[in-house]
């Protein structure tokens, strides 16, 4: 990506700095500065590596890997990371893989399915920016057809000029009329083949697509239909396949984020021995070092891709992991878990907060729902002490709770119309009397 470039998100990587990344990531997730820290200057590192001239095929990308119990942050902050600088983003779990010839997926498949994401988004932006050009072309091509129909209509004394199909088709009054419409056909052939045949695959799918062919099918249709038929035609007919895979494959070795989570379920402690999960290890680390893999698109180098890893490391430790491995991951982060002053924030502070989610969700029923300070801290109370009583589950535990709280005005929320629902620390008890005695039970007993 040139220093100039923009991504999609009209974000010019040349002055986005760490701290604009960390601001940017502020707005979504509540605390983690540390790693939200290592990530930014990961990010605007690997920007460096591009103006270096020669030096950058040396420069390697500083993995990282983020240790912290479950619901704390941590694929949120790759996974917003991704949509800020518009980076080709794959989340995966480390256990649904295992070594090559074992039950399970191998380790390749990440790349294959992070270059088909790339692709499956500059089709997607391709498209918008044709859509204007496919939309002409389309109109050129009914109108074409229209006005052929009006000549041959030797009952009519005044056949309509073609500006005033225009404006009649731009108006949508002849959305029910019936034309013909010729469909150029393609050979639509998907070739599968084991793995490591790739390449071939490509030669084959392109050599057939680019077979000439005289078929053409006819169809008979109204032209609101025919409108959204041939816009997908001629859309496609716009695109650059070639380019595209390109594109795609630069963008994915350039800038593409890796992110495996649950890395610790494939980690043996000391004194254990397990083939499968040493296995995905040692597969994992030719993919992080740098290597090349070969997908139906093209060869992708994965030295210069972000791989960002994660766990909870329960039972094990970081240092229990292959040296290898571990050297690769240079980076390391430790996540804290949340206390209720974190969940009070989650609540109201990120641009997309769980309150603010609920009051959208309920204004399309005429509800307004207002949030108390007393509500706010009674329901981040309760679900730090689910969290405490069972399985800490994070900042996920609020979902849970927000969803019981609000349980019967959503059910019932024709009663509710046009009303607003204030819901401070008496509705949440009211609402949640078991958490209540639960809270109570607990408190005498850290009494």
């Known amino acids: 990506m040139s220093t100039k470039e923009q991504t999609n998100n009209g974000v010019s990587q040349d002055s986005l700095y760490p701290k604009d990344i960390v601001k940017k990531l502020n707005q979504f997730i509540v605390g983690q500065d540390r790693a939200k820290k290592a990530v930014a200057i990961a990010i605007r590192n690997r920007w460096r590596r591009l103006q270096t001239g020669d030096l950058k095929h040396e420069i390697q990308p500083k993995n990282i890997l983020m240790v912290g119990p479950t619901g704390v942050g941590k694929t949120e902050i790759a996974r917003r990371i991704a949509k800020i600088i518009d980076a080709p983003f ?23 399915d992070l270059l088909a994401i790339s692709i499956s988004s500059m089709k997607e932006t391709a498209f918008k920016e044709n859509q204007k050009q496919a939309e002409k072309n389309v109109e050129e091509i009914i109108i074409k057809q229209l006005q052929e129909a009006e000549e041959k209509n030797k009952d009519k004394t005044h056949p309509l000029s073609k500006s005033e199909l225009i404006k009649k088709y731009r108006q949508g009054e002849l959305d029910e009329n019936f034309i013909d419409i010729e469909s150029r056909a393609n050979i639509g052939v998907e070739i599968v083949t084991p793995a490591g045949m790739e390449e071939i695959t490509s030669q084959i799918s392109n050599w057939m697509q680019n077979m000439p062919t005289d078929k053409s099918r006819i169809t008979k249709m109204k032209i609101k239909d025919a ?28 800038n593409g984020i890796v992110f495996i989570d649950e890395i610790d379920k494939v980690v043996k402690s000391s004194g254990q021995s397990e083939v499968s999960r040493e296995g995905v290890q040692r597969d994992l680390l030719p993919l992080i070092e740098g290597t090349t893999v070969q997908t139906k698109y093209g060869s992708v180098n994965t030295e210069h891709i972000l791989f960002i890893t994660s766990g909870a490391f329960m039972g094990v430790s970081p240092s229990d992991m292959a040296s290898e491995l571990q050297g690769r991951l240079p980076i390391r982060v430790n996540l804290k878990a949340l206390t209720t002053e974190d969940f009070k924030k989650i609540l109201t502070a990120p641009k997309a907060s769980l309150t603010k989610q609920y009051q959208a969700l309920m204004k399309t029923e005429d509800i307004e729902l207002k949030f108390t300070a007393s509500g706010i801290s009674q329901i981040a109370h309760i679900a730090f002490l689910k969290n405490e009583k069972n399985d800490n589950i994070g900042a996920r535990q609020l979902h849970a709770v927000m969803e019981k709280c609000l349980e019967n005005i959503s059910y019932n929320a024709e009663k509710h119309r046009g009303k607003t629902v204030t819901i401070d620390k008496k509705f949440v008890e009211e609402e949640l009397p078991t958490e209540k005695e639960s809270q109570e039970e607990l408190e005498k007993c850290i009494l």
């Open 90 to 112: 794959i989340k995966i779990e480390a256990t649904k893989f295992t070594e090559v010839g074992y039950v399970g997926r191998d380790v390749d498949s990440i790349i294959r």
């Open 227 to 254: 409108k959204k038929s041939l816009l997908q035609e001629e859309s496609n007919a716009l695109l650059n396949e070639e380019q595209i895979r390109q594109e795609a494959i630069k963008r994915v070795e350039e």
